[in-house]
């Protein structure tokens, strides 16, 4: 019933912005926290960002002072702002929430993914 859709990933030289989107639907009663993982070539899945329900945002170190999450709840969906981007941040971004659908219990939901390429 609920799905996560992203978009806003693309190829962008280094020292370049983007702007990814992802926006929850479907039979949505309320969602808590959101974020974005991302997962490069021969390394682990990590998590970038994280946004709670009352807008408290963390980051993993590397991207502190680039990157910016937030959250239009009035849209369902959750923004990162990426600025001055290198070449290690190449990876496919995957965004998810912990969304309560109606009549089942919370849970998380994840998109399929967005392939963001940071060329040099």
């Known amino acids: 019933q609920v799905q996560l859709v992203e978009s806003g990933g693309g190829l962008v030289q280094a020292g370049g912005s983007l702007r990814l989107s992802c926006a929850a639907s479907?039979?949505?009663?309320?969602?808590?926290?959101m974020g974005w993982y991302r997962q490069a070539p021969g390394r682990q899945r990590e998590l970038v960002a994280y946004?709670?329900?009352?807008?408290?945002?963390n980051y993993v170190d590397s991207v502190k002072g680039r990157f910016t999450i937030s959250r239009d709840d009035a849209k369902n969906t959750v923004y990162l702002q990426m600025n001055s981007l290198k070449p290690e941040d190449t990876a496919v971004y995957y965004c998810?929430?912990?969304?309560?659908?109606?009549?089942?219990?919370?849970?998380?939901?994840w998109g399929r993914g967005t392939q963001v390429t940071v060329s040099s």
């Open positions: 479907g039979s949505i009663f309320s969602i808590n926290d």
């Open positions: 946004i709670s329900r009352g807008g408290s945002a």
């Open positions: 998810y929430a912990y969304v309560k659908p109606l009549g089942t219990p919370l849970s998380s939901y």
